[in-house]
């Protein structure tokens, strides 16, 4: 009994001194133009946020080393504990190892591809076998499924890192031609559709910076809605035109003669399918879950 009340005053203490570091980053009466993340000093007395600041994206450059498969299993069984929508799990996680088959799926290979789709089959299964109705045909069914999915992925990647695998959240499923998805894994046609992949290896050298982010005005809001201000847009506008802040996705925009990062990105990255019904639409009306109009 006393072994685990010390065990309960050291986890007490070691989470407190966390909380008191973390909110000694901060004065008492910040602003919103105050707000900064805690310094990486900081963050080494608590590893869970260590593990999350040190979160990266590997973009294709895997090694050929194999995730050993008690790292995968354990990395599945942590994702399935992130918060979700009246504990339904309305989702699928398909895990696939054959690098040739990842390629096909998104673009991307490494060691395991974990494809997270928005699925309410397995609960229509349960439904039909009690006899019960169930329809999830609707936005709103595929709005929370689609939460939940995101929140497992997410998870999986945090859990990843904690044991030094790193990975690539990609939407490169939603690229060229969607309909070879239910080809290559077979998926059902209705109330399923693939969220976002998660590619998981080694990456074959450390990618040369961190990604930066935003992390105060226009982020975050303390108590309502902030409105921004002409003079704090054009700060934003600024930050991304940075090489410092790490924000934007490249550097060639300014050769292409375009003034600010952003001007390159809404008016070629953000306008490229735009003028037609996206592909993601017309599956989603497919798979059901967005609802005929009523004439």
């Given at each position: 009994?006393?072994?685990?009340?010390?065990?309960?005053?050291?986890?007490?203490?070691?989470?407190?001194?966390?909380?008191?570091?973390?909110?000694?980053?901060?004065?008492?009466?910040?602003?919103?133009?105050?707000?900064?993340?805690?310094?990486?000093?900081?963050?080494?007395?608590?590893?869970?946020?260590?593990?999350?600041?040190?979160?990266?994206?590997?973009?294709?450059?895997?090694?050929?080393?194999?995730?050993?498969?008690?790292?995968?299993?354990?990395?599945?069984?942590?994702?399935?504990?992130?918060?979700?929508?009246?504990?339904?799990?309305?989702?699928?996680?398909?895990?696939?190892?054959?690098?040739?088959?990842?390629?096909?799926?998104?673009?991307?290979?490494?060691?395991?591809?974990?494809?997270?789709?928005?699925?309410?089959?397995?609960?229509?299964?349960?439904?039909?076998?009690?006899?019960?109705?169930?329809?999830?045909?609707?936005?709103?069914?595929?709005?929370?499924?689609?939460?939940?999915?995101?929140?497992?992925?997410?998870?999986?990647?945090?859990?990843?890192?904690?044991m030094g695998i790193d990975s690539l959240l990609t939407n490169g499923?939603?690229?060229?031609?969607?309909?070879?998805?239910?080809?290559?894994?077979?998926?059902?046609?209705?109330?399923?559709?693939?969220?976002?992949?998660?590619?998981?290896?080694?990456?074959?050298?450390?990618?040369?910076?961190?990604?930066?982010?935003?992390?105060?005005?226009?982020?975050?809001?303390?108590?309502?809605?902030?409105?921004?201000?002409?003079?704090?847009?054009?700060?934003?506008?600024?930050?991304?035109?940075?090489?410092?802040?790490?924000?934007?996705?490249?550097?060639?925009?300014?050769?292409?003669?375009?003034?600010?990062?952003?001007?390159?990105?809404?008016?070629?990255?953000?306008?490229?399918?735009?003028?037609?019904?996206?592909?993601?639409?017309?599956?989603?009306?497919?798979?059901?879950?967005?609802?005929?109009?009523?004439?």
């Open positions: 009994m006393k072994s685990r009340r010390r065990e309960f005053l050291k986890t007490a203490t070691i989470l407190g001194s966390g909380a008191i570091l973390l909110s000694e980053t901060r004065p008492a009466h910040a602003g919103q133009n105050d707000r900064k993340p805690a310094a990486p000093a900081d963050l080494l007395q608590n590893p869970t946020l260590k593990t999350i600041h040190s979160l990266r994206s590997i973009h294709g450059n895997f090694t050929d080393r194999t995730i050993p498969d008690a790292a995968l299993q354990a990395i599945l069984g942590a994702c399935v504990r992130a918060a979700n929508a009246a504990n339904n799990q309305s989702y699928a996680i398909i895990a696939v190892k054959d690098r040739k088959k990842m390629a096909q799926i998104c673009g991307y290979s490494g060691s395991c591809l974990l494809v997270f789709c928005a699925d309410y089959n397995r609960m229509k299964a349960e439904a039909h076998a009690l006899g019960q109705p169930f329809d999830p045909g609707n936005m709103e069914f595929f709005v929370t499924a689609s939460t939940n999915t995101v929140l497992a992925a997410q998870t999986a990647v945090i859990a990843a890192k904690s499923i939603h690229r060229d031609d969607m309909t070879r998805l239910w080809t290559l894994l077979d998926l059902p046609e209705m109330h399923c559709f693939p969220v976002v992949a998660l590619v998981l290896g080694y990456p074959t050298a450390e990618p040369p910076f961190m990604m930066g982010r935003l992390t105060g005005t226009g982020v975050v809001h303390d108590d309502n809605y902030h409105h921004l201000t002409e003079a704090e847009v054009g700060e934003l506008i600024q930050k991304y035109d940075r090489p410092a802040e790490h924000l934007a996705l490249g550097d060639g925009w300014g050769a292409k003669g375009y003034k600010h990062y952003l001007d390159w990105y809404f008016k070629e990255w953000a306008t490229r399918n735009a003028g037609e019904e996206s592909q993601i639409l017309r599956i989603l009306k497919r798979s059901g879950f967005v609802e005929a109009t009523k004439g």
